[in-house]
């Protein structure tokens, strides 16, 4: 796919003649109760949700978004939250008949779904097999139910434990998603949280470093964490113990077994095109002639007002052409095997020359690695990711 155009910051637009692989991601709001590390757009069911008239009010988003993206094909789907897993069976197959009614789904689309080990969910995974998910995405985040209880999780480890080998039965593609420099977490523990995780041996793994974030609990009310050498410790414990089990470490915070790694992710992170339905749900959409994002209107009623009215999208934006370099950087510098350098004119339809002076400033200070063939974070790049890519977005200031 190239862009047989690329313009230069002189142009006043983007000129694309092929356009990126375009993802669906599909949000569902609600969750049974809001963690208190959490900044995503979810929201505690306290009634039984209302499925079958969310259901409807994603279709009808979905109808309304067709002209945007008309004639091209969803390589992949994703389901996140909040807690897709709250949603049925039937209403996950519901959803995804509608896709495929409605869009030219590839035959070999990778459709995820993100689910909560409590014993409720995990009585749905065949369920959700048989709707057409075929990839499973677990917030395990520990097996210490200590460290459990202070995320707020409402599962324990046995129940964590019981649901991965409920999953197993049903899926071949399953990560799982661990936390480390957890409140009063000591290295060992957070190593055996990876280790009692391999000993599943699930296909893929992502391992986030706790961070208090704006408008979560956490940040109002700090807990008491580990300092940044503990925190460096651990993440190079689990990195070091994963590479030797042969998982490849491929993005900051994912490690895949051989050909398994994210396909929904790796778009977002090579800057490809994703159509967001739902509540809160962001898109990122390429047209010949420009690049828009938008969003949609998060509170799940005033959501499903607003697609009844004709108008789900809260805001919308054409991305500048001088703030296409950071954005692309912020994402693909993500990958540690970096990209391909004919990539980024792909993407932005911009030349590399529009970035030389800030690819020169992050190569000068060690962050950054290039040739004729690629583009990739060193390995004090990908320690100090925040500093290499402040190099690009200072250039848009």
Not at 52 to 69: F, G, N, S, T
């Amino acid at each position: 796919m190239t862009a047989l155009h690329p313009v230069s910051l002189k142009s006043n637009t983007v000129n694309f003649t092929v356009l990126p692989p375009l993802s669906l991601y599909i949000h569902i709001p609600w969750c049974v109760k809001k963690c208190p590390y959490c900044d995503f757009n979810s929201h505690e069911a306290r009634a039984v949700l209302p499925e079958k008239e969310y259901i409807a009010a994603l279709v009808r988003d979905l109808e309304m978004a067709l002209p945007q993206i008309w004639g091209r094909k969803i390589y992949t789907v994703f389901f996140g939250g909040g807690t897709p897993s709250l949603l049925s069976g039937e209403g996950v197959a519901e959803i995804l008949r509608q896709v495929r009614m409605l869009l030219p789904l590839a035959g070999d689309a990778e459709i995820t779904l993100e689910a909560n080990p409590g014993t409720v969910e995990a009585a749905k995974f065949a369920a959700y097999r048989d709707a057409g998910v075929n990839r499973l995405s677990m917030g395990i985040q520990s097996f210490n139910d200590g460290h459990l209880k202070a995320l707020g999780r409402i599962h324990t480890a046995d129940e964590a434990r019981a649901a991965i080998a409920i999953a197993q039965q049903h899926f071949d593609n399953i990560n799982l998603d661990l936390m480390y420099a957890l409140p009063e977490q000591t290295l060992s523990q957070a190593m055996l949280d990876v280790k009692t995780a391999l000993s599943f041996s699930p296909q893929h793994l992502s391992a986030y470093h706790l961070t208090l974030e704006p408008n979560t609990l956490f940040y109002r009310n700090p807990p008491s964490l580990p300092d940044d050498d503990a925190s460096c410790d651990m993440q190079e414990g689990i990195g070091a113990l994963l590479a030797a089990h042969g998982y490849q470490h491929y993005e900051t915070s994912a490690f895949a077994q051989p050909n398994r790694r994210s396909k929904h992710n790796l778009n977002y992170w090579k800057f490809g095109d994703y159509l967001g339905i739902g509540a809160g749900a962001h898109s990122k959409l390429s047209f010949p002639n420009k690049i828009i994002r938008q969003a949609r209107y998060k509170q799940p009623q005033a959501y499903m007002q607003q697609v009844a009215l004709g108008n789900p999208i809260q805001t919308e934006n054409e991305v500048a052409l001088d703030e296409l370099g950071f954005e692309f950087m912020m994402n693909a510098l993500r990958l540690n095997q970096g990209f391909d350098s004919n990539l980024f004119e792909e993407r932005t339809s911009l030349t590399l020359l529009t970035m030389r002076r800030e690819l020169e400033t992050a190569e000068k200070r060690g962050l950054l690695f290039r040739d004729h063939k690629k583009i990739a974070p060193t390995i004090q790049g990908r320690l100090f990711l925040n500093d290499l890519l402040q190099i690009f977005l200072r250039a848009e200031s």
